[in-house]
Each structure stands twice: as C-alpha cells, then as structure tokens.
C-alpha cells in the first residue's frame, strides 16, 4: 500500500498529516484510549515534539500534563494531605497562597524547569526582600506539591529539588545567626525584671525560660501537673501553639504533641527555676487567679494572662521589647557600659544552650535536655558558642600579659 505524503512528497508517519494551510498535525491517543492532538509549522518541528511524547509514553508521563498548572496540583494536594498538625497545615496553605499562587503557581507544571524555581526563590529574595528561612518555609510546601505531580505521572521529575542550595549559599554570610545574651547582658536582664516593678509579674516565665532552654510552647503550656516540686523535675510533654486556623477568627489556641520522640522529655529542675515557680503559685494565690480557660482538654496552665487566659508567644514578644526598651533608659540615665540588645523569647533558649556550654555540659545532655532530635543541631550551637567563648578567653589572656609588664 502506497504511503501518505505530504506537498513536498515526503512519506508521512502513522497518526502525522499536512493541513490546508500548510501545517502539520499529528494525533495519537493514549493510554486510556482518549485522542489528543499537537501541530507545528513544519514536519520537522512537528516530528521533534513527536520524539517528546514517545519519550512520555515511555516514561509514563500524562498525554494531558500540558493542562496542568501548579495551583491545580496544589489544589490537590490540599485535599489529599494528612498527617500534618493543624497549625503547619495552615501556615503551609497560608505561605502558598501568599507567594506562589498568583505567579509561579499559574505557569503550566510540564514547562516548568529547575532554572526556574531557582529563579522565582531568587526573585522572592531579591524582589520581595524575604529571609532565606521564609524562603525555606514556601520551597517546604512547593516541592511537595510538584512532588504529586512526579506520582500522577505529569512531571518526570520534580524541578524544586535542591533548588534552594544555592540560594542559601549565596546568602549564607548575609543571614544573622541568633544571639545568645552575654553574661552581663544576661544578669541585667534578670536583675531588671528581679526589681522593677512594673514588670515583675515578667520574672517567673522569663526566669524559668532562661534556666531551662524549654521553647516558647512547651512553657505556655507547662501545667502545674507537668511539675514535680519534690523531685525537682519538668515534664515536657505537649505545646500550645497559637495560630490562624483559616476561618474568621484572627488566631487560636491548640494543643500539639511534640514533633519528635526527643521533644518529649524530662528537666532537671534547678533551685532558681523551683523559686520561679514558687512565686508564681504565691502571687496567683495572693491575688485569687485562676487558670480559667481549657484548650483541647488541656487545663491550669502554670502561666496565664490577668484574666486567667493561656499566654502566646505575641504577646510575650511585646512584653520583651517593652522591657529591653525600659531597662536600657535605666541604664543610660545611670551611665551603665551594658545595654539589652533586641532579642526575642527563642534567644533565651540559645541563651540557655550557650551557658550549658561555657560550663562544659556534656553534648549529649545538652541534647537531651534541649530536646534536639538530631545531635547536628545541638553541635552546630556548641560549635558557636564555644567559638564566642574562644574568643573571650583570648582576650583575657592578652590581658593577662599586658599586666605582667
């Protein structure tokens, strides 16, 4: 049987054929039998987006990934999600949303190529100004989500992996690592809140942050059964997280399991934090408040706001930046050398890790009492904080022979 040609007598391939205006169209179907069409100017091009879709079929790729956007894998995603706390749930929605959607998130998902999503993290930190760790937190939820893409077969593979290796190495030397407070800051803080009295009611939570390394959440959420006074011991076996919950209340409260097995552990309680506790008990009584608020069946947190509610990490924030803000007029009326820097309720944690490693805690304590599931992290903190202390104790030493002379 004599083949098809085209106008220039070329044999045509099964499924190719020439138009009447010139074009050239090649159809095929699937493998759900539904039919499907591309075109080109030429047989030439025609035949390269041919070699396109036979590398597809082989490889298992989608006939209809061309229809596919971003936000409709995302949309997908979203219902098929589990697994994940409420509170990530809707930060990683909210981070989509807010970044992705209306741009990256429109572009078809079979166009997209590595170039790009390194391109869009770039413009994301160039543009928009965002810090690498915002960045980290969108890359999170968009590799997931083209992740899917990769399973339903309408990616061969997903374009956002390691994509944002670069980024963090070029701004690496631009991102602040967090500060610990010195020593002297440290007994200025605690002397501060120890003696005035317009922010005491502060010194018990802050005191007990400060001494134990525990996170924001395990402390807002510590329970007066979460502590044995006798033995002399924390419990930390929850969070209380304060988040968008994505309806029409602004924020709320829930009460989350830790992350990992290491977030659930047991703190030796030291005589300063037992004291803090202490006046935390004797000023609720002296004043009859009561812990009158339940969060998911969880009830008399240790810690609670004048009207009995449960405090947040927000409002502790403010309260810090309202005290740095006060104690540094103090000091520069009386011609004081040292001054609070700004820092935030986590630096009382690094605050914490450091004095652990001035004082030659063993590593792998330090870890078991932070509640680092991996020993990296806990390393990488020693690693600095050792270094500071390197770097005081040089000093000293430099002083020491300048007055030998």
């Known amino acids: 049987m004599e083949r098809r040609k085209d106008s ?12 009447s205006n010139g074009s050239f169209e090649y159809k095929w179907r699937d493998k759900q039998g539904k039919r499907h069409s591309i075109y080109a100017k030429t047989l030439e091009a025609l035949r390269e987006k041919e070699a396109d879709i036979l590398r597809d079929v082989l490889d298992g790729i989608r006939a209809d990934k061309r229809d596919i956007t971003v936000n409709d894998l995302y949309s997908k995603w979203v219902q098929l999600k589990r697994g994940l706390k409420d509170n990530t749930f809707q930060n990683y929605k909210y981070m989509y949303s807010q970044f992705v959607a209306e741009d990256f998130g429109r572009m078809k998902a079979a166009d997209i190529k590595r170039s790009d999503v390194r391109g869009f993290y770039n413009k994301l930190a160039d543009s928009q100004h965002l810090k690498t760790s915002t960045i980290d937190s969108i890359h999170t939820v968009l590799h997931q989500v083209l992740e899917l893409g990769v399973e339903d077969e309408y990616l061969r593979s997903n374009p956002s992996d390691n994509a944002l290796k670069e980024l963090k190495k070029a701004h690496n030397n631009d991102s602040e690592k967090r500060k610990a407070l010195t020593l002297a800051e440290q007994e200025l803080f605690e002397n501060f809140l120890e003696t005035d009295m317009r922010y ?9 942050m400060m001494w134990t390394g525990m996170r924001v959440g395990e402390i807002t959420g510590l329970r007066w059964c979460d502590i044995d006074m006798d033995a002399e011991t924390i ?6 997280v304060y988040y968008n919950r994505g309806g029409a209340k602004e924020c709320d409260f829930a009460v989350n399991t830790p992350k990992t097995k290491a977030g659930k552990r047991t703190i ?10 202490q006046q935390e008990r004797q000023f609720q009584e002296d004043s009859g408040l009561r812990c009158n608020v339940t969060i998911d069946g ?3 947190f240790i810690f609670i706001n004048r009207f009995g509610g449960a405090q947040n990490h927000g409002t502790m924030n403010k309260a810090l930046r309202r005290i740095i803000r006060d104690c540094n007029y103090d000091v520069l009326e009386q011609d004081g050398k040292v001054l609070l820097p700004k820092f935030s309720n986590h630096s009382l944690r690094h605050t914490f890790t450091t004095r652990m490693c001035e004082a030659g805690v063993n590593v792998k304590a330090m870890q078991d009492i932070l509640g680092h599931a991996d020993a990296e992290t806990t390393l990488q903190i020693y690693a600095d904080a050792t270094e500071e202390l390197k770097k005081s104790e040089m000093c000293g030493f430099e002083e020491y022979f300048k007055n030998q002379r």
């Open 200 to 208: 005491h009611r502060w010194y018990p939570i802050f005191t007990v």
């Open 298 to 300: 969880y009830t008399d």
């Open 235 to 240: 419990s930390v076996n929850h969070t209380l």
């Open 268 to 277: 030796p309680m030291l005589p300063k934090v037992k004291e803090a506790f």
């Open 8 to 19: 220039k007598k070329r044999v045509l391939k099964e499924g190719e054929y020439e138009r």
